[in-house]
């Protein structure tokens, strides 16, 4: 079975400072993808990141900036010089190829930046 | 423009009045999915649908049906709402046949209050 765990259910920063969220998942499937979604305010889901089992490449978006690990079931989320703006919830999420085609969400993290 | 719509955005209702909501995308997507969204647990998926007439149990499925008889629609039932059924849904669709291995796109979301 798939699953998902974000350990920080709340984090706190003052604005500038650079925040990790991290992500633990767990499958028996060797092709699966990853996946960060952020929820603002507002409440939509927006899309950020998806990743497949394959690239353990570490990508760079801005600000953001993500670190895959297989060898520690891990795939974490950075946010350099974070602002008033990224606070919102995050949800990491995974998917399996084979097997099922479900989606497992992690709970999310709320990140507040404060000004 | 390309976008996945739910209707209504907003319900109250009282236990066993039978409600639908709908989901509808103009993306010409074959996979779609229902999700709610309660504190504390994160996203959790109700049911799925691979293509048309194609459809399949998440982890949360009871007391919720779905249909798929066209591709752009994926309906929600409420046959005998609860107040265990109150909660925030979405509802999403991705491009992918192979599964949701592919970025999914979420509606607005649809806030339910069984009383």
């Known amino acids: 079975a798939q699953k998902v765990t974000q350990a920080q259910t709340e984090i706190s920063v003052v604005e500038k400072e650079d925040v990790t969220l991290d992500c633990v998942y767990e499958?028996?499937?060797?092709?699966?993808?990853l996946f960060w979604y952020k929820q603002p305010p507002s409440g939509e889901l927006v899309f950020l990141i998806r990743?497949?089992?394959?690239?353990?490449q570490n990508e760079i978006s801005g600000r953001y900036s993500w670190n895959f690990q297989k060898s520690t079931s891990s795939f974490n989320f950075t946010i350099t010089a974070s602002q008033v703006v990224d606070s919102a919830v995050y949800f990491c999420?995974?998917?399996?190829?084979?097997?099922?085609?479900?989606?497992?969400f992690g709970i999310g993290t709320k990140l507040q930046v404060i000004p | 423009e390309a976008q996945v719509t739910q209707n209504p955005r907003y319900l109250i209702t009282v236990t066993g009045k039978k409600l639908t909501v709908t989901c509808s995308q103009n993306m010409n997507h074959e996979y779609m999915s229902w999700y709610r969204q309660d504190p504390g647990l994160g996203l959790r998926q109700i049911y799925y649908s691979m293509n048309v007439e194609v459809t399949d149990k998440g982890d949360v499925p009871e007391g919720y049906k779905v249909s798929r008889k066209e591709k752009r629609n994926f309906p929600l039932i409420l046959e005998s709402p609860s107040p265990n059924q109150t909660s925030l849904y979405f509802c999403?669709?991705?491009?992918?046949?192979?599964?949701?291995?592919?970025?999914?796109?979420f509606g607005p979301g649809t806030r339910l209050t069984v009383l």
């Open positions: 999420a995974l998917s399996e190829l084979g097997g099922y085609q479900k989606v497992t």
């Open positions: 499958t028996r499937d060797t092709t699966y993808y």
């Open positions: 999403a669709s991705s491009p992918s046949s192979g599964g949701p291995t592919d970025t999914q796109y």
């Open positions: 990743r497949n089992s394959f690239d353990e």
